[in-house]
């Protein structure tokens, strides 16, 4: 078989799959608006439950909402009749996917959660299914051709499952006003948390940020420089950034001036400036390309004014070791 046949396979596969998943649109409805408000309402967790593969994207969904805030957890509705349904409580809410909504398994925690009274949000096929019998809310999925060959195996209902929990995720999440700060809360590591470290999670502050008043002199310029080891020195005036120094202009003009003269005559004026919401990653692109170590932050409203208030420094090795790139 000519090998390049493979590619046609995988487009054929990929067309089905984009062109069924065009169906779920059938399920923005007012089942949808209700298992949204429950979900928001939820004073308890929400709690994900399936069978298999179905089982695998109640999984995925699950850790999307724990991702975002949301106290979620994934509970196997097989373990669940052998103790774990003792994890789910009355204030909870149970989203329970199955795309044919009659598997076996299920039956035993349909039984508890509505002897409890424990809400259900049901997201399976057949409106007759046992699943959607017992769910307080009931999202039906439309019927969906499969993608591989026999049309049987379940790949684009699958796919349509995971592309509802996500829709459910992100339209509570936008409910909730989650942003990236919020995001990067729950992110502190890997490369998702570190691509949203904003300018002022790298900063170094107070007491730490290397300045000098402007009446100083060149001795006490190196002092401030050998004691805070950022390479710099911001020269203030009245608070205000007047100038920066760095090391190596320290060591070319001590040659030409006596110690006690200021640095203010080889200091940069109007140093390079970032606003403390600056991604982190563009305070490292404006570094390299501008060749040079550090950055001075301010916040919002000083960044717009021509006079400005130090409110922290960036070096670049922070940033290089906080895994910025």
Known sequence: MNKKYYISLAKQAAETQIKELKKIKAVFNHSFIKAVDLILNCKGKVIFAGIGKSGLIARKVSATFSSVGIPSFFCDPAQALHGDMGQIEKKDLLIIMSYSGNTSELSNMLRYANRYRIK????????????????????????????????MVPTTSTTLTLLLGDCLATTVMHQRKFSREKFKIFHPGGNIGNTLLLARDIMVIGSKIPTLNHNKNLKEALKVMNQKKLGVVVILKKKFIEGIVTDGDLRREMKNYSSNESPRKFMTKNPLIVNENMPASKALAIMNEKKITSLLVVDDKQYRKKKKVLKGIIHIHFLLRNGIK
């Open 120 to 151: 259900i949000v049901g997201i399976a096929s057949k409106i007759d299914s046992i699943l959607l019998k017992a769910s307080d809310i009931k999202l039906i999925l439309p019927k969906v051709k499969e993608s591989d060959k026999t049309g």
